[in-house]
């Protein structure tokens, strides 16, 4: 079936910046929808932002929009996730995710990546 594979995950000091990035492992990222996960310790997962490659729709989580773009090549392969002005709040765990539909549970997506880590602290 493929493998995600997260990278770009470091410590920085808030109000820094940050690229990650997506790739399928040895293929090109294949569904019609990407997105881009995170879950800090002891919180629920949440959804960063999803992009429907079909019309390029891109839906973001209000906490982040205008400061998280996410992008991708033409070729869906990689994903870029650019974030600014990192919060403490927002070390977590980041993944990426393909599914076929941008289905609301993303618990039901097609294909996850195994995380990369980003520390936001002094």
């Known amino acids: 079936q493929g493998q995600l594979v997260e990278s770009g995950g470091d410590s920085v000091q808030p109000g820094g910046s940050l690229t990650l990035s997506c790739a399928g492992s040895?293929?090109?990222?294949?569904?019609?929808?990407l997105g881009w996960f995170r879950q800090a310790p002891g919180k629920d997962r949440e959804k960063i932002a999803s992009l429907y490659t079909v019309t390029g729709a891109i839906v973001y989580t209000a906490s982040v929009e205008d400061r998280i773009p996410i992008s991708y090549a033409m070729a869906k392969n990689p994903m870029y996730l650019q974030m600014y002005n990192l919060t403490p709040e927002e070390r977590a765990m980041y993944y990426c995710a393909e599914d076929r539909a941008c289905r609301a549970d993303d618990r039901n997506w097609d294909l996850w990546g195994q995380g990369t880590q980003v520390t936001v602290s002094a």
């Open positions: 040895g293929y090109d990222l294949k569904f019609n929808c």
